[in-house]
């Protein structure tokens, strides 16, 4: 199977942004935080990037206010470390699908109890 260069560089800038997290930002309002998807516009320019925080609802806002405004040391680091034409500019979004997966279990469990 092939894949298109833009479902590659998804995957690339995952990766990487996933490590930075980890290990490269110092800032305190940046909890624990993972990195579930990345999409990529059609001219690579873009880039739309989902992340988990575990925490409360100010940490997770906190901690999307830190990613933002690190993101322009993210692109320079990724632009150290990628071989790319271009960096794309990076939109850091709160990604709700574990709370949504929570609140369906939850209703599932209260419909039919084990």
Do not use: C, W
């Amino acid at each position: 199977m092939r894949f298109k260069r833009s479902e590659r560089v998804q995957e690339l800038l995952l990766e990487e942004i996933s490590a930075l997290i980890q290990r490269g930002l110092k800032d305190p309002r940046i909890g624990f935080a993972t990195v579930t998807k990345v999409n990529l516009g059609d001219n690579l320019k873009h880039a739309k990037v989902y992340i988990s925080v575990f925490g409360t609802e100010q940490e997770q806002k906190d901690t999307i206010e830190g990613l933002t405004r690190a993101s322009g040391f993210i692109r320079g680091a990724l632009g150290k470390k990628l071989y790319l034409r271009y960096i794309p500019v990076l939109e850091f979004i709160l990604d709700g699908t574990a709370e949504h997966v929570a609140k369906i279990n939850k209703i599932i469990n209260d419909f039919h109890p084990e």
